[in-house]
């Protein structure tokens, strides 16, 4: 089965130029030997100004298996990180949220790999700041979205919260399907609207928009390979 998840880091000052471009350079390998062994599916890596983003999926027999995990996979970037006190320990990738994804992926790789294989796909990464009494309202609607199974859009789409602000990894072209398969229209929806989707977001952080298009430090999936 695919696990996805996502994760944020925050990078020191000095985490640029060659000795930097070396450690992605290190890690990218890393990511590119572990899909060849069949233990990752994707992962990509983005960047905006001193925090880092990664989306995985991850290849494991059931959910809960250890797998690989971001901070053995990311290792050689550790000295350009600062460490996030979690209960169990200071780590440099904090875990994200699941806060709503579109799709629930396929057991059979081919399947869920299929649109990526039929269009040249760009990998894309977004955030947006949410002010932080709209936080759970923002969940609780997307929470709705998924479970009711009926908006359609990218395949691949998958956003994950830490703290107030919130990760976007989704692909282009747009694959539009959603989790239930049914053309029907989303009464979820309707209530979202209704609470104001743009009173959520505090765009002056996120340069005038709700969702942010950030840089990709670098992607790697089973289908390049």
């Not at 944020?8 to 890393?30: I, N």
């Not at 929470?143 to 602000?165: C, P, R, V």
Request: net charge negative.
């Amino acid at each position: 089965m695919i696990r996805r998840s996502q994760y944020r880091c925050s990078f020191k000052d000095d985490a640029k130029g060659a000795d930097f471009e070396k450690v992605l350079d290190v890690c990218k390998e890393e990511v590119t030997a572990l899909i060849k062994a069949g233990k990752l599916c994707n992962v990509s890596f983005y960047r905006y100004e001193n925090m880092g983003f990664l989306y995985m999926e991850e290849i494991v027999s059931e959910e809960k298996e250890e797998g690989v995990g971001a901070e053995n996979l990311m290792h050689a970037l550790a000295p350009f990180l600062k460490t996030w006190p979690r209960e169990e320990g200071d780590v440099c990738f904090a875990p994200m949220i699941k806060a709503f994804y579109q799709y629930n992926p396929e057991e059979d790789l081919d399947k869920w790999e299929h649109e990526r294989t039929t269009a040249v796909k760009t990998r894309v990464g977004r955030v947006a700041f949410a002010f932080p009494e709209k936080v759970t309202s923002y969940v609780k609607y997307h929470k709705a979205l998924t479970d009711e199974g009926l908006l359609k859009g990218d395949k691949y789409a998958y956003i994950s919260l830490h703290e107030n602000l919130f990760f976007s990894y989704f692909e282009e072209p747009r694959n539009n399907v959603n989790i239930s398969g049914a053309d029907k229209e989303s009464e979820v929806l309707k209530e979202w609207l209704k609470a104001d989707p743009e009173s959520h977001f505090d765009r002056v952080k996120a340069k005038g928009i709700n969702f942010l298009v950030i840089p990709c430090l670098f992607t790697v999936d089973r289908v390049d390979l």
